[in-house]
């Protein structure tokens, strides 16, 4: 790694020493091209930003400053003394002129990156965050004098690009110094610069624009919740949800999950009652109120994966969201057994049963919740086409349950326009409930039984309707299914009537078209057909051809044999016979 760093800096350095390094001093030129965030991510990339080490970085900004002040003959004084310089709009006549300042903030800038963020246990912590921003103001510093010598010097597009630079150094600043106002304002101000920039650059440089304007709104988002308080939770809980998918900064995403942290607290600490149907029910447990906070950001934690069509993870939110529910639940049981256990006076009684009265009237609110949220999740899982039938059937059983509760919980509140869209959707579920069991009957050829369950599923698609009209609110979506559902009934009963009619008359689906012909036309040559589409499937000949039993031919041909006749051998036989015996006594020569 050090060969190749130091292959590296000999190569830059000798780049920048056949540069144009006039001996005298030339006219100032004022069509300068500097493209700022390009040129500096280049830079980043290439020496240390990738694996996000400052120091490596910084040490190259610093080599790279005494190259070009060697190069463009832009010393402070002599090895002897230090004669600081000003570099001025006369003096620059090359592009390098304008990267002295440039890798002065990127120096600065890369310093306090470095120092922002010290080792746990450091007994100089405090000290190095103090130098961290005294190196973002020097940062500022030079960003601001570069700006001005682009704006004499540069083309437009290249100033463009050092202002966006160098509001975004000052906002840093103002943002690191709580200066919320001011933050918000050259940040605002930088956004802008930078999305006019995003639509002039090419292709591969968009991403760059991309990632420094998320960045950018990240901050400002961030300053006006800690100008506003409380009032921007939504905001910060996005900046969270980013910053766990990791499009933040680190110490931008520390910030946001303690402002987090501490938001819950007082919102916790302030949330003391409820309004449910017009009634204000006070919370005064803290563990209950804990426990509805939690309930919440839940709650906002799903409807942001629905609202984006992310469905990773929503069944363990769902789990935890009516995890949050049940502790709720019990934490109420027990102010109910513990107000009803009080005895006393007339009047301590009567208080005892207001108490008893609230929480119960709490504790249906939170059923609410937690049934509501169950219908929900179930509508999502029927929407997916891998359910079985049976399965179907399970769900909206489920469904049927828990609005019959719900509707046993409005009725308590007397609140007739929650039980009149109670109604409604019973009806619903009914009727689609209904289509399921028909579709089951029609894949075993149940006709009679399909039918009836397809005209009990319009009935209830009718009521359903009837009392969606008097309903108040958003019930497109309900309406919607409902006329789904009637077309696709008023099809499957075309066509089981169809059936049921050519089952009557004995007429048969396999009656209607001409039977294809399965043997070779060969073989059927007396066999006629009208239908043309036949002709297209009609069977020439077999291929392959089948087999045929043939005699095996033999591998010799000896007909010969049965012709021939051979000499007889009765003479020798009876010879040898008396040979033997002979041997028997007398013995073999």
């Keep these: 790694m050090a060969e190749e760093e130091a292959t590296q800096l000999s190569e830059e350095a000798t780049a920048v020493a056949m540069e144009e390094a006039p001996q005298e001093p030339a006219e100032p030129r004022s069509k300068f091209s500097l493209y ?24 190259y900004c610093a080599r790279r400053l005494s190259r070009i002040h060697t190069a463009v003959h832009f010393k402070h004084g002599s090895s002897r003394k230090y004669n600081p310089k000003v570099l001025t709009a006369e003096m620059v006549t090359t592009e390098l ?49 570069l700006q001005a010598l682009a704006a004499a010097t540069c083309d437009p597009r290249s100033i463009l690009e050092t202002t966006a630079y160098a509001d975004w150094i000052s906002g840093t600043v103002a943002f690191e110094s709580h200066d919320w106002d001011q933050a918000i304002t050259l940040l605002r101000r930088a956004k802008f610069i930078y999305e006019k920039l995003l639509s002039l650059s090419s292709v591969e440089h968009r991403v760059l624009y991309t990632a ?34 990791g499009t933040l900064a680190d110490e931008l995403a520390s910030k946001i999950d303690l402002a987090v942290a501490q938001t819950r607290e007082q919102q916790s600490s302030a949330q003391a009652e409820i309004v449910w149907h017009g009634e204000t029910l ?77 929480l119960r ?19 999502r899982l029927l929407a997916s086409q891998s359910l079985k039938p049976a399965e179907r059937i399970h769900m ?73 009209a008097d309903c108040e609110g958003d019930v497109a979506d309900s309406v919607r299914q409902i006329d789904e559902l009637l077309l696709r009934v008023r099809g499957n ?46 069977k020439l000949t077999d291929f392959p051809p089948d087999f045929q039993v043939v005699s095996c031919k033999p591998l010799f041909f000896d007909l010969a044999n049965n012709y021939v006749a051979f000499p007889s051998l009765q003479d020798r036989v009876a010879k040898s016979a008396m040979a033997r015996l002979k041997g028997l006594f007398w013995g073999s020569k």
């Design 396 to 468: 909206y059983d489920s469904l049927l349950q828990c609005i019959a509760e719900i509707a046993d919980l409005d009725e308590e509140q007397a609140d007739p326009l929650s039980c009149r869209l109670a109604a409604a959707r019973t009806a619903m579920f009914k009727g689609q409930r209904c289509y399921c069991i028909a579709e089951s009957h029609r894949a075993q050829d149940k006709i009679a039984e399909a039918l009836a369950l397809y005209d009990r599923a319009v009935a209830h698609a009718v009521l359903a309707r009837s009392h969606f």
């Design 361 to 379: 009237r709490l504790q249906n609110y939170f059923s609410f919740l937690k049934l509501s949220r169950m219908v929900q999740r179930t509508q």
């Design 212 to 245: 420094r304007i998320d960045e950018i709104e990240a901050n400002m988002r961030f300053s006006a919740f800690s100008k506003s308080g409380s009032a921007g939770m939504d905001d910060l809980l996005k900046m969270q949800h980013a910053a766990r998918a």
């Design 36 to 59: 700022v965030l390009p040129f500096v991510t280049d830079l980043q990339q290439r020496n240390g930003l990738r694996h996000e080490d400052y120091q490596r970085y910084r040490q």
């Design 282 to 358: 006070p919370v005064r447990n803290e563990k209950l109120r804990q426990h509805l906070q939690r309930a919440r950001t839940k709650e906002f934690d799903i409807d942001q994966k629905l609202q984006s069509g992310d469905e990773k993870d929503l069944g363990g939110l769902y789990d935890e969201l009516f995890m949050a529910y049940g502790d709720s639940g019990r934490v109420i049981s027990d102010d109910i057994h513990a107000a009803a256990a009080e005895k006393g006076s007339k009047i301590v009684s009567q208080k005892a049963e207001m108490s008893v009265a609230v």
């Design 493 to 538: 009963k075309c066509m089981l009537k169809a059936t049921k009619f050519l089952q009557t008359e004995g007429v048969s689906d396999a009656g209607l078209t001409p039977p294809v012909p399965t043997k070779p036309l060969p073989d059927q040559p007396n066999t006629y057909t009208e239908d043309p589409a036949l002709l297209r499937q009609c």
């Design 97 to 145: 002129h304008l990267h002295i300042p440039l890798l002065q903030v990127e120096r600065a800038w890369s310093y306090y990156m470095l120092l922002k963020h010290p080792f746990d246990g450091d007994i100089h912590a405090n000290r190095k965050i103090i130098h961290a921003r005294a190196r973002l103001r020097k940062a500022a510093k030079f960003a601001a004098e």
